[in-house]
């Protein structure tokens, strides 16, 4: 196993040699990064130095005490740090570069679809009449934004294969919010008062969080031998005190529900909602759409199927579409195209007019800038281009399987369920625990060595030592090739000495965190 | 082939081989037939990269941003400059395109940035603790809410009606969910009537919600309404605005015990609404009450300095339905925008900004008084943000200001105006907007005594 | 401690408990293999004393950096004293849960709910 790792930066240190990154303990072998301590902006501050030159005072000036009483004001100004432009430049471009991120290498993060976030989204959206229009400007002068964001309403709404689209949801959990709560006016309209939803063990913690947000119990549903729901458990739990069913599907395990049409049938012959987390559409867009399996509320992560840059951890989207009978609850102000006047254009405007709306879940009409981005994308790759961006995510998914089986891996690291998977798979990594004495935790952090970011880890909870996969559309065969080798070959040499991936990594600017410290005894500001 | 995807036909035959299968249609033989769609999406073909970008050229074209014409529109969102040095960072690849650090190891910049930011906001805000940022303004009224419910259960939450109508709108559809009632307080020339607090404010009360300065731009006296807020035990919200922040009291000073509020205005764009940041930050004692994420310090095994996510046992992802919100990302990406932003602006300049603001709109708040027509809505001090009465129907004084590239503010019920100064409204800004908006009031009232 | 370790004078709950009992009253906490589960602790929220414990219910949490356990009663009663220095010292859960890691210290309501647990042997044959 001697291939070159052209994009592996750990061969510019002469130290190297070979596939093998460094795998020393020595605390006096140190990278120039490692060797670079940390230093906080605050501690950059030299008093008198400044960034910021403020506008020439053009008015008469007043004494502040008239027009602020003392008692109302601060008796110093934050203790924020004073600091040259360019040595703000310096400190955070040096911090940018303890970074790894998706425009670096590959980025396999099960359930985040880190798909490549196209250049030209972040030109268009730094467009002046995008990013200067201000929220409350008057709708006859932003038809322009409205417009946009009335397209992409329908777009969802095709690809959901439901009629009704708020925009408003600023993320998947949020739209989860929205979702339940819907649900919740939807049977309260209707004069019950239900008091469960169902989830199945394998959610995302988002979902149970939710509906106690959202004031329901939770009830779990457990999962079926083959990673589907178990429908007799789902049966003996679904009565009419149910609200609503959440259920993602593929299911975090990456796996198709076969037994969906059922599910569907037991929720709704309960009078209960059947809730879509779309955390995984990015495998099904334009091959099956979960209005037509009979879903009537949908959750789109436009932060993951429709590409926004992830920032780090946000900001992100969660739009959500639903069917005719949970439409009039929708949250306000919904988007509209009104019927032209005098024979001239439609025109698009806010409509607050809506009596029966759950509300508002947050300022203003959403994150457009992320409305932007995916309006463009949807518009880039069209129908077509949608439809074959699922099937190249669930193409990659497999052929990483296939070769993670061919070369061995799976010996140490099988897949939980043995069987086709949509975009993402997981593995369990328990023989391997046993067999080679290393935990997935381990597997992950040797990983990082080899410039690779490492596949979600302890989730779904419901394997032991899990890996989530999700190589997404992005990736080429080369690349998937390479991760498969590179997985191969830490367990290699975790079999001949698994302190080497126990005490891993190595390179990185630093190494093994003490997590356990943080926790006990928080710093969580600098004192200043 | 799609230009965002590498596989070939050569690809997708080999890879198939691999797999065992004989076409990409047998990877989804697990869907039932009759749930497959049968026919393509009902979507428009695919573009070009320079036809999307000549598309969405049009529609940014139909827009009148604030780069168009003068805008004295705020109410939650304000037209403050962005420096250049704030693109040139979060525009960074490493900034951008990672996601969420749940490796350490290999995101210490995303984390130390967080760490800064947390200093930052407990600096503003005058409290302890901060979180990594939530989604936006009015939701973290919503989120302080759900503290509020967890920490307390009681079931009736007391807000002023100077709080911005979104997040007063925001707080009743979340706090429906969980059953708990909000009862609103009327303001008394432009500010919370401390009296009506007082009165409002029981044992049954698990959070009193204030705004600062509120949304009629009016400055609060937090420290009386605090005593009138805390006696039974109640938590005290503020969502506070954070430019004003520089000269203001903070607020966990008169006793709050959670401050949010909208992050915009430090350095990031208006975006018609967002994205944006929420700031959200807390006493000690509500530590463990936190949404969302929480950076913190730690070491390496070699003694380094480094930071971890931390207190992660508060999140959905590992005490699900018992956790302290649902949240799971941040807004990372626009609270670096306001710790570039807070860093550009520094100790000094932040306090200059905010003086300038206040010189300004006492500028204009004056001369806008001295028109006919025209008069104050409240004679409460202010930083940067004012309301007026208007003489004639508000809305339509706005429209006939369009006319001349004017955009006078926010027209509120009763014929109101609520009128933002941002340091890019320069004192001729000011002189013109006075001209424009005494014509246009004089042209309705001139109308109106025609009819 | 490295190696599990389950002490011959205690009784044990299937929720990974443990209670010496000492007269009219009890000392709680959780077992080798609990900690060993769940990792280094790095919280543990006592209850307030005088507040009342029922036999198989969860009475307190004890979290480390990546889990939330519930604590169990191996029985019932009220509780008389809680471990303070856990505050500090999380970690004594780890090094040493039968000793300094201990929980609550309970007045036993009913002590002949300790027929229903196991003994040690009982115990470590349910772990296999």
Redesign the interface.
Known sequence: MNEPLSDNRLHTDPEIEGFRPIARRD?AVQTAQ?RD??T???ER?VEG???????A??????P?DE???A????SE???????S?PE??R???R??????????GF?P?GS?T?????K?H?????????????????PS?????L??MWRLQG?LG??A?LPHVSLQP?????G??AG??LT?AYHEDRGEQRTKVLTPDTA???N????????YE?VKVATADDGGVDVEDLRAKADDQVACLMLTNPNTLG??D?R??EIAAIVHDVGATLYYDGANLNA??????PG??GFDIVHFNLHKTFTQ?????????GPIAVSDRIEPYL?RPQVVRRAPENGGEPRFDLDYDRPKS?????????????F?RS??Y????????????S??A???A??L???LR?NGVAEHLPAAYD??CMHEFVLSGAPAKRDLKVKTLDV??RL?DHNV??P??Y?PLLVDEALLVEPT?????ETLDHFAAVLRDVLDEAAEDPDVAR?A?YT????????A???KR?????P? | ???????TDA??A???E????AS?D???????EK???AR????????A?QE??A??????????????EI?F?G???Y?HYV?A?V???A????????????????????L??M??Y???I???TGL???N??V?????AV?AAG?VARTENKRPKFVASAGL?P??L??L???S????TEVVEVPLRDGATDPDALAAAVDDDTGAVFLQQPNFLGA?E?L?ALARAAKPTGALLVVAADPIP??????PG?SGADLVVG?GQPLGN???????S?GFFAATEAL?RRMPG????????????????L????R?????????T??????????A?CG??Y????????????A??L???T??ARATLDALDGVALLHQQ?V?REFALRLDAPAERV??RC?EYGI?PG?PLEGDGLLVAIT?QR???D?DRLAEVLGAAVREERRERAAV | MAEASYPEDLLYHAEHDWARIEGEEATFGITWYAQDQLGEVV?FDPPEVGTTVTKDEPYAEV??????SDVFAPLSGEIVGVNEALGDKPEAINDDPYGSGWMVRIKLSNPSEADALMDQPAYTQSLT
């Open positions: 605390p490692q301590r940390a906080t902006i605050y501050s130095r400044r960034a910021f030159v403020p506008p005072l053009d008015v008469p000036e007043q502040l027009l602020i009483p008692r109302l004001r601060r100004g934050p203790k924020l740090p004073e600091i432009e703000i430049v400190h955070y471009v911090l940018s570069t303890r970074n790894f991120h998706l425009d670096e980025y993060l985040c880190m798909k490549h976030n196209p030209l972040e030109r268009v959206a730094a467009l002046d009449g995008f990013a200067r229009l201000h929220p409350l400007q008057h002068k932003a038809q322009g934004a417009e946009l777009a095709e690809i294969g600023s993320a998947g959990s949020h989860e919010l339940v709560l919740r995302h913690g988002t149970p969080a939710t509906v106690t947000m959202a004031g939770v796996l198709w076969r969906i049409e099904v867009v334009g091959i099956s759409r037509d399996i840059p992830h920032g780090g951890g946000g900001p992100g989207a949250p759950i509300g508002r879940l947050r300022g203003f009409q959403g994150n457009f800038g992320t932007v309006y463009a949807i518009r880039s790759l069209g129908a077509d281009g949608l439809r074959e961006m099937e190249t669930v193409l990659n497999n052929y399987l296939a070769k061919e069987r086709i992950a952090k990082l970011h490492p979600t880890v989730f559309e992005t990736e080429t065969r005490d990594p990185t600017p630093v190494r093994r965190l003490d997590e410290g943080a926790a928080p710093v969580i500001r600098q200043l | 082939m799609s230009r965002y995807t590498s596989a690809d997708r080999a890879m198939l691999a797999i065992g299968v990409v047998d990877l989804f033989a697990d869907i039932p749930l497959r769609l393509a999406l009902d979507l428009p073909a695919g573009l990269e999307v970008y598309h969405l050229r049009a529609l940014a074209a139909r827009n009148v941003s604030a780069a168009d805008s529109v109410a939650g969102m037209d420096p040095l693109d040139a960072i525009l960074r690849s490493e900034f951008l395109t990672p996601y969420t650090p749940y490796q350490p190891e290999i995101s210490q910049g995303g130390q940035v760490f800064e947390q200093t930052a407990s600096e503003l302890p603790v901060s990594a940022s989604y936006e303004g009015p939701s919503g759900y911005h979104h997040s709108e925001t009743r559809t979340m429906h969910g969980y059953g400055i006296d420290d922040l520089a000269l203001l009291k903070p000073e909208e764009r208006l975006d018609f609404g967002g994205p940041f530590l994420r929480i950076a913190g310090e730690t070491t390496d095994v070699d003694g380094r300095r480094g930071f971890v931390t207190l992660q046992t999140e959905q992802h590992i005490r699900r339905e018992k956790a919100s649902n949240i799971c990302t941040a807004q990372a990406l626009n670096l710790m570039v807070l860093a550009w602006l520094g100790r000094r300049g932040m306090v200059e900004l003086e300038l206040v010189q300004r006492a500028y001090p930083v706005r429209e369009f955009d926010l340091e320069s004192r001729a000011i | 919280f979290e480390s950096v990546k889990a939330v």
